[in-house]
Structures are given as structure tokens and as C-alpha cells.
């Protein structure tokens, strides 16, 4: 293995060096405190609906949207203020069905949960409105390219279209456009000696990982699997 600094290793580095010397010059900035509380809910409707939930985003209204794979069902509504919960989503390839669930994101502006099935490679989206068909039907958006290979993380990318992380012929990532194409793919894995001897889509199973995308801008976030490097990446480098 390498000793020495790679170039992105000695970026980070540079870039930890410069944190820590705008934090030393603001230490005497006052810490505010926030004690936080809380209590615990009955929930009847719970009971029996879920075994493990994995997911939780707050959809308004005293109401959450749950993921629970172990269940009959991968969706779950809970509205707390009617104790209420609707459920959707069963596993299969028919109507309303999916195989599997990454890269779950809650849009507020548009009320809308997203998903991509990577097992179907399908991408979908669950529109959350009130006046909609409940339980709520999950609308196909488009079917994901794998001529280069098969994405396991997929998110919408600021309005260029997706990016993916995965298992892939070329490159580390993924540029998609708006109906799910291949753009070009980008980014090299770690320069390790061992790596040489490993293909690419080898070397994804070791240091691939869950991407997190900025909201608003060009730019994600990931890291190198069992180390403490974080990675930002900007579409205005790639």
C-alpha cells in the first residue's frame, strides 16, 4: 500500500487544516444550548401494521410516511391525529408492487416520495396530496439505463437530471439525464497497489457507497467505506 498522500487525500487534508484554523480564531463564540424533550405515543394503529420500520420523513399535518420492508406492506401513512394508518406497496412486479427500495427522498414542494426500485430498475414517484387516490398509487417516472452497470444508489441531481453510485464498467459514478440515459460516467476509486489487480466493477463492492445530494445545488456528498475521508463532489468539476 501506498504511504504517501494521494492528491485528493492531501486536498482534504489541506482543507481540515484551514477548518481548524477558522474555528480556532472564532472559540470564543458563545455555544447556544437546546434542551430537548419528549414523550412517548400509543399507537394502536401500529401494532400489528409494522415489524421494523427503516425509514421516517414527516409529510405535514401530524403526519409521517414509514417504510418497513418486514412488513406486508412497504408504505405506511400514519396520521397521529386520527390515529390512522394506510398502507401500500406491496412486493411483487404487479400494479402498486415494487421488488426493492433505495434512495427513498421526500420532496415538500411538491408533495411527492421518491424511490428507486433497483431490483426493477424503475424509478418512481408516490404523490402525497390530499385529494389524490388513497391508498396512493406509485407512478412509474422511468427505467434506468444499465448498459454500464447496475446502479444501487440513484438520486435526482440538481436539474441536469440523476446520479448514481453503483457497480459500474467505467468510472466511480454515474451521470443520468432526465429519462434515466447514461450521460458519461465519472470519478476514480482510491489509488491503492492492490486496486491495480481488481476491475472496476470489483473495486465498487469494496468502496462504493450511499451518495447524499444537496437539495439545492450541484453538488453531493460520499465516503470511502471504513475510513473517516468525505468526499465532496460538484458538478462544476466533474
Partial sequence: MKTGLSGNQFIICILFLFLFSQCKEHKNVSTKY???????????????????????????????????????????????????????????????????????????????????????RKYYAISLKKNDTIPPVLKEILTVDISDGWPMFFYSFHDTGFV??????????????????????????????????????ELSQAFSSPIYVHPDKPLFVTRIPYSDIIEILSLIHI
Fill in 34 to 120: 437546546v434542551n430537548l424533550v419528549h414523550s412517548d405515543i400509543n399507537i394502536r394503529s401500529l401494532q400489528h401494521a409494522l415489524k421494523n420500520p427503516s425509514t421516517l420523513d414527516f409529510i405535514g399535518n401530524n403526519t409521517f410516511l414509514l417504510t418497513d420492508w418486514y412488513s406486508e406492506f412497504l408504505f405506511n401513512i400514519l396520521d397521529l391525529s386520527q390515529d390512522k394508518l394506510i398502507s401500500f406497496g406491496a412486493r411483487g412486479r404487479g400494479p402498486n408492487e415494487v421488488l426493492s427500495l433505495t434512495s427513498p427522498v421526500y420532496n415538500q414542494s411538491s408533495n411527492e416520495f421518491h424511490f428507486y426500485d433497483n431490483m426493477n
Fill in 164 to 201: 448514481a453510485s453503483g457497480a459500474f464498467k467505467s468510472g466511480r459514478f454515474i451521470l443520468f439525464d432526465k429519462n434515466g440515459l447514461i450521460k458519461r460516467p465519472f470519478g476514480t476509486f482510491p489509488d491503492y497497489d492492490f486496486s491495480k489487480s481488481f476491475s472496476n466493477v
